[in-house]
Antibody, heavy 121, light 110 residues
Framework: QVQLVQSGAEVKKPGASLEVSCKTS????????LHWVRQAPGQGLEWLGV????????SYAQKFQGRVTMTRDTSTSTVYMELDNLRSEDTATYYC??????????????WGQGTQVTVSS | QSVLTQPPSASGTPGQRVTISCSGS????????VYWYQQFPGTAPKLLIY???QRPSGVPDRFSGSKSGTSASLAISGLRSEDEADYYC???????????FGEGSSLTVL
């Protein structure tokens, strides 16, 4: 069965960096793009970017360009999301999400459990 | 436009049919597929509709999606109390080169 297991909750100070990992299993890692989506408390969903696990190519939301980096480790079927220069507005639950449709790289069919991140001084 | 427009709330009584709209533009809904997600409090969203009107296995046929031009709709027929949740639409945006989500609609079953 497909599983996306994310790293645990984090508390960070403003200006610090965050790294969230997402270990996948139950499917061929390079078959599906992986996205990162976040949700601030009481707010809607916000897309951060996507990584192609086969070649490591990424595409980031304009809002996060220069501040976010997504990488992958094919040996462990794990993707990572690093967000730099954190501010209080980055307090949110971060999800890694599998895109099951290889043609469109959309269709978010499996979601990680979410990683709660709090940014506070 | 950095977000797709949804009504903040929707409501209906058990058995009724409700629709939730999602409005975008030519660069997103007008050019690409629309997806719908259902989210219960404290849980990750779940894929409800893909490629405008397709249901993943396990999603009841009470849920249906449609698209026309730069707008899309999610319809829920035979409303049940367990349908009370937040609903989000999503689409790729060719101009922004990224995924746009709707603002979300909170469905209340009266």
């Amino acid at each position: 069965q497909v599983q996306l297991v994310q790293s645990g909750a984090e508390v960070k100070k403003p200006g610090a960096s965050l790294e969230v990992s997402c270990k996948t299993s139950g499917y061929i890692f390079t078959d599906c793009f992986l996205h990162w989506v976040r949700q601030a408390p009481g707010q809607g969903l916000e897309w951060l970017g996507v990584i192609n696990p086969t070649v490591g190519r990424t595409s980031y939301a304009q809002k996060f360009q220069g501040r976010v980096t997504m990488t992958r480790d094919t040996s462990t079927s794990t993707v990572y999301m690093e967000l730099d220069n954190l501010r209080s507005e980055d307090t949110a639950t971060y999800y890694c999400v599998r895109a099951g449709d290889a043609e469109t790289a959309m269709e978010f069919d499996f979601w990680g459990q979410g990683t709660q991140v709090t940014v506070s001084s | 436009q950095s977000v797709l427009t949804q009504p903040p709330s929707a409501s209906g009584t058990p058995g009724q049919r409700v629709t939730i709209s999602c409005s975008g533009s030519r660069s997103n809904i007008g050019s690409n597929y629309v997806y719908w997600y259902q989210q219960f409090p404290g849980t990750a969203p779940k894929l409800l509709i893909y490629r405008n009107n397709q249901r993943p296995s396990g999603v009841p046929d009470r849920f249906s999606g449609s698209k026309s031009g730069t707008s899309a709709s999610l319809a829920i027929s035979g409303l049940r109390s367990e349908d009370e949740a937040d609903y989000y639409c999503a689409a790729w945006d060719d101009s922004l080169r990224g995924v746009l989500f709707g603002e979300g609609s909170s469905l209340t079953v009266l």
